[in-house]
């Protein structure tokens, strides 16, 4: 208990200089390493092919499709990025730790720039695009969800309180769980789905590349929120396990909601009804990484989405167990 307060978790000196070592975080210090391998730039990916496809082969309920793609991620790697520089930055001090957000920060900035540079290359509709977090309501819900997440804990940032690390919580696991380890994912089972018809290779190389960085996120979000429980584990009561499991329901509606609205007739071989059946089995490996029941049992109806993934020497979320998961665990 002789810890210096820099090195807490939550709540030492936010204006303290870094000092590394020793980790007391290993498995933050494990990710920032692992990230600095996935370092990538949007305009390294070709788009002529895309254009040409957008052009020649998609039909309109393809390109809307897109567009409600696009439309959903633009603005959430944003939102992403200010929630960790407004809300996590400031309670949370382990300097190794930090030193992950600010490296994810970049990250979901970089994900903005990539998301600009399709969005500025394909004959998209722009103002459509841009326009439909605010106009679609199936878009707009689903913002609304992490918005409230992120403005109620702006309004107090206090972590002295149980109520205040549980509302703490909450956000990570709206952030890090939700938004990018079910409404990505789904979101990536769209777009990948391009690629099993050989269209639009160059924007799915790209998700390639915002996937890999996700899946570490994501990695690193559950760390976060494991670590943050056994050192709190007052906030674990039973009414908060049950928020947790209804706020991952709650999201998992929006998505099948959003998902209908995306594909009301089955375009490129996908379905909203096998696209949704994906959402709830990654949901169910999220609640079971949350040490929470599995809500619905489905069987994965996306088993190319397993072979889709360019990223196999990091974390395999589709499979019923985390292969690599326990990478940088060893913590005491
Ligand atoms: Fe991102
Ligand atoms: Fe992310």
Redesign the pocket.
């Known amino acids: 208990m002789a810890e210096a307060p820099a090195r807490s978790l939550l709540g030492g000196d936010p204006l303290a200089a870094v000092e590394l070592f020793p980790l007391r975080y290993p498995w933050a210090y494990a990710h920032v390493q692992q990230a600095k391998h996935n370092t990538w730039f949007p305009e390294e990916v070709p788009l002529h092919d895309d254009v040409r496809d957008w052009h020649e082969r998609l039909s309109d309920e393809e390109r809307r499709a897109v567009e409600m793609f696009l439309g959903f991620f633009n603005p959430m ?1 944003s939102l ?1 990025t200010t929630n960790l520089l407004l809300s996590l930055y400031r309670p949370i001090t382990a300097p190794e730790v930090r030193l992950y957000l600010a490296r ?1 920060a970049w ?2 900035a970089n ?1 903005t720039m990539a998301f600009e540079y399709v969005i500025k290359t394909l004959p998209v509709d722009r103002a459509r695009v841009f326009a439909l977090h605010t106009d679609h309501p199936d878009v707009a819900a689903k913002e609304a969800f992490q918005r409230r997440l992120i403005e109620g804990w702006l309004v107090e940032p206090d972590i002295s309180t149980v109520e205040g690390v549980q509302r703490l919580c909450h956000n990570l696991i709206g952030f890090f769980v939700v ?2 380890g079910i409404f ?1 994912y789904s979101g990536f089972a769209l777009a990948l789905a391009f690629r099993q018809r050989n269209l639009l290779r160059g924007l799915c190389s790209i998700v390639d590349w915002v996937l890999k ?2 899946s570490l ?2 990695s690193f979000g559950i760390h976060l929120i494991t670590t943050l429980l056994e050192e709190h584990p007052e906030i674990m009561t039973p009414a908060f396990a049950q928020t947790v499991q209804q706020l991952i329901l709650e999201a998992v509606e929006l998505e099948e909601r959003y998902n209908r609205a995306v594909l009301p007739q089955p375009i490129i071989g996908l379905s909203a009804d096998a696209l949704n059946g994906y959402v709830r089995y990654v949901a169910d490996r999220r609640l079971e990484e949350l040490g929470l029941p599995a809500a619905f049992g489905n069987p994965n109806p996306l088993k190319w989405m397993a072979t889709q993934l360019d990223v196999p020497e990091l974390v395999n979320f589709f499979e019923a167990r985390n292969v690599h998961y326990e990478v940088g665990r060893e913590r005491s």
Do not use: I, P, S, Y
Request: hydrophobic share 30%; net charge negative; glycine share 0%.
């Open positions: 790697e992403v994810q990250e979901e994900h938004l990018e990505f960085d996700e996120h994501l």
